[in-house]
């Protein structure tokens, strides 16, 4: 079956830099478009960013641009998300997403991973 694992979350300073990984398990990564999401406390899911299934197309939430930047690397089977002067208001679960084809910029992917966290202290 299909899986996604995240992995990089942590704590860091406002500021600071993080880079997540997300490796897939159990599809043909290449057909897969993919995207992070993520979950505030408290508050619900959002789109952060999505690439397309060549690579050539990504998109970002507005309170991301210019700060995070999402890639892949299909012989590898891994998506990233560089994130780069973190803020409090970052502060979520980190979820990785595939979903067959086109690239979804809202919350209805259709595979999920477990999640990863990310704490940006102030």
């Known amino acids: 079956q299909v899986q996604l694992v995240e992995s990089g979350g942590g704590l860091v300073q406002a500021g600071g830099s993080l880079r997540l990984s997300c490796a897939a398990s159990?599809?043909?990564?290449?057909?897969?478009?993919m995207g992070w999401l993520r979950q505030p406390p408290g508050k619900e899911r959002e789109f952060v960013a999505g690439?397309?299934?060549?690579?050539?197309?990504?998109y970002y939430a507005d309170s991301v641009k210019g700060r995070f930047t999402i890639s892949r690397d299909n012989a590898k089977n891994t998506v990233y998300l560089q994130m780069n002067d973190l803020k409090p208001e970052d502060t979520a679960v980190y979820y990785c997403?595939?979903?067959?084809?086109?690239?979804?910029?809202?919350?209805?992917?259709?595979?999920w991973g477990q999640g990863t966290q990310v704490t940006v202290s102030s």
């Open positions: 997403a595939a979903d067959l084809g086109a690239v979804v910029i809202d919350t209805s992917y259709n595979y």
């Open positions: 159990g599809l043909t990564f290449s057909n897969y478009a």
């Open positions: 690439i397309s299934w060549s690579g050539d197309f990504t």
